[in-house]
């Protein structure tokens, strides 16, 4: 089991920057691949960034490429987002994701097997 806790979100105006941290603990080898998503009220679920462990390769939805940048401390166990320009748009729960598996097909939350609580973000205009 993996266990995912993240921590970071809250209230900014647009423009603004938060990051985001989401710790990772018990049976490590389980977040390969690790992912950031987002759902809004109202919204699916939409996968934001992702990253593998090892190749440290990233994947972004266009919408934030640019904008927002992903970046794992395998050595912390602590998975990152740093989020810059911010929208009102961006507003969302915002949850960390993780697989035993490779980042192919990260952006459905169906290939994901561990999730965090969720931090909350909200960007005001």
């Known amino acids: 089991q993996v266990q995912l806790v993240e921590s970071g979100g809250g ?55 640019g904008r927002f940048t992903i970046s794992r401390d395998n050595a912390k166990n602590t998975l990152y987002l740093q989020m810059n320009s911010l929208r009102p748009e961006d507003t969302a729960m915002y949850y960390c994701a993780a697989t035993p598996w490779s980042c192919g097909g990260w952006t459905s939350p169906d290939n994901f097997q561990y999730w965090g609580q969720g931090t909350q973000v909200t960007v005001s205009s």
């Open 11 to 65: 209230s900014v105006q647009a423009g603004g920057s938060l990051r985001l941290s989401c710790a990772v603990s018990g049976y490590t080898p389980g977040s390969s691949c690790m992912a950031w998503f987002r759902q809004a009220p109202g919204k699916e679920r939409e996968g934001v960034s992702a990253i593998q462990k090892g190749t440290y390769s990233t994947y972004y939805a266009a919408s934030m490429k």
